[in-house]
Structures are given as C-alpha cells and as structure tokens.
C-alpha cells in the first residue's frame, strides 16, 4: 500500500512563530514559562512542549505568577489580560498571530462606526474558542457571535451589521450567512461584510479537497479542541467518505484498510508534522 502525507497540511505561519517563540523562551529563560491556555489545539504538541518545560494555565492562575513569564499563544487575547498582567508584575510574551493581532483592529474599527451608526457587529466563530474570546474582548462582548444559520435569530436586522470571520472559518459559510443577512434586512446596503478569514488557511480546502480524492482511505490527524480541524477535516469527508479523524496513531483500526492501495495522511494548521510522520509509519508497520 501506497502512503503519502499531504506536504500542504500542518502548522500555519501563526501557530510555527508561536512555538518557535515558544522554544526560545524556554531556552533563553532556561526555566518555566507558562502558556495562557494550550499553545496549540494538539495534545500531542502541548506535551512535546511541556516536556521542555511549557507549563499551561488558566486566567484564575494569572494571580499567583507575579514575577513570572506568561505566553500568549497565537490565538490572541481581550486588553483586560494584558492590564491583569501589568498589575500583577506578569511579563508577557506576546506571540499573538499578526493575522489574528489585524483582525482584533478591525473589531474595534467596525464597532466604532456601529456605534454611530446604530448599529451591530456581527461575528462567525465558535463560541468560546480562545481567539473569538480575545475578538469579543476588545469591544467589552458587543458582539454577536454566530456558529450557523440558526444563530441569525439573535441578530436585530432592523439595524445596520458589520459582519466578520474568526480567521479559521469557512469561507464557503461566511458568505452564504452573509446572503442570508441581506435578504433578511430593509436594504442590503445596511450590511457591510468583511472576510476576514485566513487564507493562508482557507486555500487549503480546495487542495485538501483535491489531495482527499487520490486516496483510497484518508487519515486526517488533528487535536480534539481544534476549530480548524473540525472544517478540514468536513472538507476530506464530502471530498472522499472513507476518511477518518484521529488525534494519534493508536487510534487507528485494521477495517479502514480493507481492501486498500492507497492511504493519505494530512492534518489542521495545528497538526505538527512528526505526528502526521508518526502516523505514517504505524500504517506501514501494521496495515502494509
């Protein structure tokens, strides 16, 4: 049997600078750094990293680290952290995504003019992902966040709406939720969209889509707590029905091999490389 890995799958730019800066860190410090939440939605990764001395938290710890270094990871985060941080002698290591950082600007533009104009800003995102709750922070929550069509009932269309993306969203839905919302408002010119999605991420579906297909079986490899994971890894399964989803190379299972000549291995913008390698070799030594 014939196995590939997708060369187009793994890290983006965002979460490769975030551990890069990370391991840095860690060298330079020569001690403990601690990680505002998971660096990376892939366990596998967090526990690479923890080995070398990454230690994760939460914002309820932010209170006993004064003094200490704290890591904001690429998926950014509100200005009251910062402030925290400052107040309690926190040093920050700020590896916030330069896409998410713009992004998180746009928020506070587009509120601004909501404001003047009566209206709403409106966000596609997962709620309570981390860089949804960082988007969401810069305007104290005024927004709205949406996952699907049925969270456009908690839309006010007899105001004006400022629509955007979380970056690792689907484009394909962004835009049909903001057809959506134009034809539910009095004049569609009281909608402004701006797709904000990544396209460092979003190029990804159709060449996924396209490498899905060469394969009799597709093992994509991501993170549990991956947002991304959960859209590409949707884009493989309509692109070929016998793929399947796992975090690690144990999971596994003999009967998706049946029969087969081929198997790809690919993965999110959060699945390191030498998990996707790993994978491979216990298809090799197993299922060959």
């Given at each position: 049997?014939?196995?590939?890995?997708?060369?187009?799958?793994?890290?983006?730019?965002?979460?490769?600078?975030?551990i890069s800066?990370?391991?840095?860190?860690?060298?330079?410090?020569?001690g403990e750094?601690?990680?505002?939440?998971?660096?990376?939605?892939?366990?596998?990764?967090?526990?690479?990293?923890?080995?070398?001395?990454?230690?994760?938290?939460?914002?309820?710890?932010?209170?006993?680290?004064?003094?200490?270094?704290?890591?904001?990871?690429?998926?950014?985060?509100?200005?009251?952290?910062?402030?925290?941080?400052?107040?309690?002698?926190?040093?920050?290591?700020?590896?916030?995504?330069?896409?998410?950082?713009?992004?998180?600007?746009?928020?506070?533009?587009?509120?601004?003019?909501?404001?003047?104009?009566?209206?709403?800003?409106?966000?596609?995102?997962?709620?309570?992902?981390?860089?949804?709750?960082?988007?969401?922070?810069?305007?104290?929550?005024?927004?709205?966040?949406?996952?699907?069509?049925?969270?456009?009932?908690?839309?006010?269309?007899?105001?004006?709406?400022?629509?955007?993306?979380?970056?690792?969203?689907?484009?394909?839905?962004?835009?049909?939720?903001?057809?959506?919302?134009?034809?539910?408002?009095?004049?569609?010119?009281?909608?402004?969209?701006?797709?904000?999605?990544?396209?460092?991420?979003?190029?990804?579906?159709?060449?996924?889509?396209?490498?899905?297909?060469?394969?009799?079986?597709?093992?994509?490899?991501?993170?549990?707590?991956?947002?991304?994971?959960k859209v590409?890894?949707?884009?493989?399964?309509?692109?070929?029905?016998?793929?399947?989803?796992?975090?690690?190379?144990?999971?596994?299972?003999?009967?998706?091999?049946?029969?087969?000549?081929?198997?790809?291995?690919?993965?999110?913008?959060?699945?390191?490389?030498?998990?996707?390698?790993?994978?491979?070799?216990?298809?090799?030594?197993?299922?060959?």
């Amino acid at each position: 049997m014939r196995v590939e890995i997708d060369q187009n799958s793994g890290f983006c730019f965002g979460v490769v600078r975030a551990i890069s800066k990370a391991e840095a860190a860690l060298q330079e410090l020569g001690g403990e750094v601690y990680s505002l939440g998971d660096i990376v939605h892939n366990r596998m990764e967090v526990q690479r990293l923890e080995s070398l001395g990454l230690r994760t938290v939460t914002h309820e710890d932010m209170p006993q680290l004064a003094g200490r270094d704290l890591f904001i990871r690429a998926h950014g985060e509100p200005p009251t952290t910062y402030r925290c941080a400052e107040e309690l002698g926190i040093r920050v290591i700020d590896a916030t995504c330069p896409v998410v950082a713009q992004l998180q600007r746009k928020v506070v533009a587009a509120y601004a003019k909501m404001q003047q104009a009566g209206g709403q800003v409106v966000i596609l995102g997962k709620r309570g992902h981390a860089e949804v709750v960082g988007l969401s922070g810069q305007v104290n929550d005024n927004v709205t966040v949406v996952e699907s069509e049925d969270d456009l009932a908690q839309v006010d269309f007899s105001r004006p709406i400022f629509f955007l993306s979380q970056t690792t969203q689907s484009v394909a839905l962004f835009w049909e939720l903001a057809e959506k919302m134009k034809l539910r408002l009095e004049d569609e010119h009281m909608l402004t969209v701006d797709d904000t999605i990544c396209r460092r991420v979003s190029n990804r579906e159709k060449a996924l889509s396209e490498f899905a297909q060469r394969f009799d079986v597709v093992i994509f490899v991501c993170g549990k707590k991956s947002s991304n994971g959960k859209v590409l890894f949707d884009v493989c399964h309509r692109a070929n029905s016998r793929a399947y989803n796992i975090e690690e190379e144990s999971e596994l299972q003999p009967e998706w091999f049946e029969g087969c000549h081929s198997a790809g291995i690919c993965g999110a913008t959060s699945t390191p490389t030498w998990l996707m390698q790993r994978v491979a070799e216990a298809i090799e030594k197993r299922f060959m």
